[in-house]
Every structure is written in structure tokens, then in C-alpha cells.
């Protein structure tokens, strides 16, 4: 080999070794025109949330994300309005943005992470290709605008472990491909304007922990698969349109610890299995609920908070609820009932609000009788 060729080749390597590790550390040019195409959909006047996304590299310290370290693409957006972050602590303030989701996040295909959330004023509407990113496990756009509909295809997400969109302005049904998100732990879709019914196959969400539908205009019957959810532990259907009766299985449930089922339109009897379940806090207030209530207690019972007011019960309080483990707080008011109320110690605290606008109730701490 020439003296010639071999000096080329050294000069050649050099130059390699010098410009090989600013590109491997850099994110690809598609992550960052899809960043900076997101970031101009959006207006964040007060915090100064993008002044760190310059530059050419995405993943040298911009605010909010994180890109994976073998591989340089983005993995992670985490913005949140409501922060400990000094940057928050400095201003004084929570955050606030405008503006909508840029489809171009669709084409951060490795993303695993998408937080947006808590920003008052983001509207538009969930772009129907975030459905399409495999890898993604969080979906959190709490506490804005949103509108529209969950996109139909969110099913397609099968690796996502939590989703919440609580807090927006979503119409529209709930997909019924959401319940093919078997990974799924966490569902909150509260105070939105969703309408129509819950899945019927909802039942599939077997890694299902919390699930949270409050105050929405949610219809129909609650589907009897949802008692099939081995994990599900809290369930809040309060304050839609729902009708039909309690399903009995769900008193059976291993780990329901909270049933907030108040401000529907409930018909029927309360479950017997629910007054002797793991269930500690049992809100179906403010719905059709007739009937007596379940002499079942027993020493499973363990109530923080039991409230069955206002609804069209009738008949007397069992004398079982006496032997119940703890009953904290209890609302019976505006019912039916009648008869002597139950001594036991788990009423000596309770004043005559617990007892009121029912038809003949008497007993401390009531009248006597």
C-alpha cells in the first residue's frame, strides 16, 4: 500500500471518529421534525415549557423528553401542567396551554410514554393515529379541552397500561375495541360527555384495576362480564344514566373495594352479596333502589362509608348490621324505612342526618320509639 492511499485512509478514519458519535447520540431527523411540528401546534405563554427545544438534538436536555438510550429515538413526552419542577416552583403558577395535538406525533413510532396533561386549554382532538403506536403503554391527557371521540381503534394498543383522558370534553361511545386492551391497569375517562353504554365484553380487561366513568351520560345496564375482573378493585359509575339492576355477582368480586354507583337510575333490590363482600366503600345514593335492605351482615362486613339514601327502601334496618367488623359512615336518610334502629356501637357516633326523611324510623339517636 502506497505511503499515499494509507495517509488518505488514516484522515479518513479520523474524520469518522470525530462526526460518528454526534450522530449516534443525536435523535433521527424524522424524531425531531415530528417534535418541533408538535411543538407548533401548540402556545405555552407563561413557563417558557420549549425554550430548551433548540438544537439539533432532541435528546440533549428538551424539556419533557426522554429518548431511549441505545437507540436515540424519542420514548417518552411528559408534560404536565401541574408540576413540582422549579421551573413551576420559580413561576409561582400552574401551567396552561393552548393549541391542539399535532397528528406528527403519530410518527414517533417508538414512543412508549405519552403525557400531556393538565394544561386547561389544549382542545381539538385526540389524533385517530395515535391508535397506531405499538409500543405505547401510557396515554395521559388529563385536565384539558379535548373533544371528539376516543379513537375507535384505541384497541390496537395492546401493550397500554393506563389510559386517561378525565377531565376533557370526549362525546361520543366508548370504543368497543377498548376492550381488547388486555394490559390495561388503569381506565379513568370521568367528567367528560361520553354517551352510550359500556362495553359488554368489558369483562376481557382482566389486568383491570381501577376503572372511573363519573359524571359522563353513560346508558344501559351494567354488563355482567365487568364481575369477572379478577384485579378490579375501584369502580366509579356515579352520576350517569345507568338503569337496570345491580348484578349480584358483583358482590363477589375478590378484591372491590370501592362502588360508587350513586346519581343513576338504578332499579331493583341491593344484592344480598354485597352486605358481606370485601367492599368498604358502597355509595349506591340518589338512584330506584327498593326493597329491604339485606339482613346478610355479617363479620366480613367492613364499611368506611355505606350510603343507600335516597332511594325507595323500605322494611327495617337488619339487626345483622350490628355485627358487622366497622360501619364508619352511614347515610340511610330519605328511604322508607321503619322501625327501631339497631343498638350497637357502630351508631354511636352517627347523628340524625344518618336516619332522617325516612317513614317511621325511631331510637337513638332518633325519637324514641
Sequence with gaps: ????????????????????????????????????????????????????????????????????????????????????????????????????????????????????????????????????????????????????????????????????????????????????????????????????????????????????????RLTGQIPESISSIYRLSDLDLSLNRISGAIPASMGKMAVLATLNLDGNLLTGKIPASLMHSGISILNVSKNNIEGMIPDTFGTKSYFMVMDLSYNKLRGAIPKSITSASYVGHLDLSHNHLCGKIPDGSWFDHLDADSFSYNDCLCGKPLKAC
Design 1 to 216: 500500500m502506497s505511503t499515499s492511499l494509507w495517509r488518505k485512509i488514516v484522515v479518513f478514519t479520523f474524520a469518522v471518529s470525530i462526526l460518528l458519535p454526534a450522530n449516534v447520540n443525536a435523535c433521527p431527523p424524522s424524531d425531531l421534525a415530528a417534535l418541533l411540528a408538535f411543538k407548533a401546534a401548540l402556545r405555552e405563554p407563561y413557563l417558557g415549557i420549549f425554550n430548551s427545544w433548540t438544537g439539533t438534538d432532541c435528546c440533549n436536555k428538551w424539556y419533557g423528553i426522554t429518548c431511549d438510550p441505545s437507540t436515540k429515538r424519542v420514548a417518552d413526552i411528559a408534560l404536565r401542567g401541574e408540576s413540582e419542577d422549579p421551573l413551576f416552583q420559580k413561576a409561582k403558577r400552574t401551567g396552561y396551554m393552548t393549541g391542539s395535538l399535532s397528528p406528527a406525533i403519530c410518527k414517533l413510532d417508538r414512543l412508549a410514554n405519552i403525557i400531556v396533561a393538565d394544561w386547561k386549554g389544549i382542545s381539538g382532538i385526540i389524533p385517530p393515529c395515535i391508535s397506531n403506536l405499538p409500543f405505547l403503554r401510557h396515554l395521559d391527557l388529563v385536565g384539558n379541552q379535548i373533544s371528539g371521540q376516543i379513537p375507535l381503534d384505541i384497541g390496537n394498543l395492546h401493550q397500554l397500561t393506563v389510559l386517561n383522558l378525565a377531565d376533557n370534553k370526549l362525546t361520543g361511545s366508548i370504543p368497543t375495541s377498548l376492550s381488547s386492551l388486555t394490559s390495561l391497569m388503569h381506565l379513568d375517562l370521568r367528567n367528560n360527555m361520553i354517551s352510550g353504554t359500556l362495553p359488554q365484553n368489558i369483562g376481557n380487561l382482566r389486568m383491570l384495576s381501577r376503572a372511573l366513568f363519573s359524571n359522563n
